[in-house]
């Protein structure tokens, strides 16, 4: 469910029609739904009730400091990634006691930078990283706590590129020597034992493998817990979202039309199937969904530059680019396209949807039915809300897009498109060749 539908014959985003967006703010531009992501947080929240939980939003899906406020205003902490992070964290007015913070590489900087902000917890992949943590804590003269990431090798059955929990991934530390790993953190005086962590892969779509790690991780959990007193199991992120029907799965007739056996992964199935695993641990559940939070809650808009008509295939040419949504070229992933006027006399179109980068992975779609769209009119990459701006680059010195938030019928600019003079204010020719 989300709030993107067409009112009349154009698409609106809550109560604001995004033409008017793509009017006052031009284009390529992303658009938020306040209240998806609050709806999000409220149904996944619903789904656990039972549990202790606490959602850490995944901020690297999508950390707009407007959209961490939005988040950290609803009761969510974040599973954070580097210093960078930390810093928006603290942009937005929230605090970083109720976060954790993740990845395989901690700098020593970034890592103080997470103690002098009382993280609730660092997420560690490694023994170096035990090692690493333990020093600069001891630098600092206080504790450190930690939970060890285990990797309980699951297939999540998701894209290569974002399978997180097999064992031949860089990530974790493979269960059967997660008990060593803690043995060997318990021996260092300046860390603190607080929990353990997983995180299988992402845009899971069936509850199975959620399923299976949690089975497989919940008896490690407990003998923790007896052992050390650790408080929070993190069961980590990775549920899915809609990518194919974007726009339908916003009604619930659309869901209410899915057989049985079909049904997309929900946060009540999830909740459902998870909840009866993690309760008798009596250890609280730590959560960290990025695309689900956000994904179904962003657009991006874009406006159509040329159709080309060629020999036997079509190319609509949109000033949106890999550049600014680099899901399809780097993830072969699925974008709904659709133009922002609805008009039942609009021809049937199959055409590739690319962008004006000089490159053939510029490309959004292959012979995408399509309804038909001309020069000047404005379409939508529907479900682009998560790893959709966070990836963005500057390739082909084009600025970053513009992102707007929208509230029923408030909408405000919440990044402003990147200038030119923006792009280059770092860059100088050195003396040597002037
Ligand atoms: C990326 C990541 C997540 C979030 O994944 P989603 O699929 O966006 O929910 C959660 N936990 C960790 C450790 C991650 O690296």
């Known amino acids: 469910m989300h709030h993107f539908h067409y009112s009349g014959s154009d698409l609106h985003c809550e109560s604001v029609d995004l033409a008017a967006v793509a009017k006052l703010y031009g284009t390529p531009t992303y658009v938020y739904s306040a209240a998806t992501m609050e709806d999000n ?51 937005a007015g929230a605090d970083v006691k109720s976060s954790v913070f993740a990845g395989v590489g901690k700098t020593e900087d970034e890592i103080a930078l997470a103690l002098k902000n009382e993280i609730f917890a660092f997420h560690v992949e490694s023994e170096p990283e035990l ?39 860089k990530f974790g530390i493979p269960l059967k020597h997660a008990a060593a790993a803690y043995e060997a953190a318990a021996k260092y005086p300046n860390l603190a034992i607080k929990g353990v962590q997983m995180h299988i892969g992402s845009q899971l779509t069936s509850v199975t493998p959620f399923v299976e790690a949690v089975e497989k991780v919940a008896p490690f959990a407990a003998e923790l817990k007896a052992k050390y007193g650790i408080t929070y199991f993190s069961i980590g992120g990775g549920m899915g979202i809609i990518y194919k029907d974007s726009l339908a799965s916003g009604q619930q007739a659309w869901w209410d039309a899915q057989p049985a056996d079909k049904r997309p ?26 695309r689900f939070m956000v994904g179904n809650s962003g657009v991006l808009l874009s406006r159509v530059e040329h159709l080309k008509r060629g020999a036997g295939k079509n ?12 899901r399809p070229a780097m993830y072969e992933s699925y974008h709904e396209i659709v133009p922002l006027r609805r008009d039942s006399s609009r021809r049937a179109l199959t055409a590739d949807v690319v962008g004006p980068i000089c490159e053939s992975g510029d490309c959004f779609a292959k012979d ?41 019928s408030s909408f405000e600019l919440i990044n402003a498109r990147e200038s030119f003079e923006q792009i280059i204010a770092g860059e100088k020719v050195p003396a040597f060749l002037k």
């Open 131 to 169: 090692a690493r943590i333990n020093h600069v804590a001891g630098k600092l003269g206080v504790k450190a706590p930690i939970a060890i990431r285990v990797n309980p090798d699951v297939d999540a059955h998701t894209h290569a590129k974002i399978t997180t929990g097999k064992s031949d991934n």
């Open 315 to 326: 190319f609509l040419i949109v000033d949106a680019a890999m550049n600014d949504l680099v």
């Open 368 to 408: 995408r039915p399509l309804q038909e769209v001309g020069e000047g009119e404005l379409i939508a990459f529907m479900s682009a809300g998560a790893y959709g701006y966070a990836m963005a680059s500057r390739y082909n010195t084009r600025g970053m897009a513009a992102e707007v938030l929208v509230k029923g």
């Open 41 to 91: 947080f409220r149904r996944l929240q619903r789904g656990l009730a039972g549990l202790d939980a606490q959602l850490c939003y995944a901020m690297k899906a999508n950390s707009n400091i407007a959209i961490l406020r939005h988040f950290a205003n609803l009761g969510a902490g974040f599973d954070l990634v580097s210093g960078g992070e930390i810093r928006r964290v603290l942009a």
């Open 265 to 290: 992964l929900t946060p009540e199935t999830y909740g459902a199937a998870l909840v009866p695993l993690l309760k008798p641990l009596g250890l609280k559940i730590l959560l960290e969904h990025g």
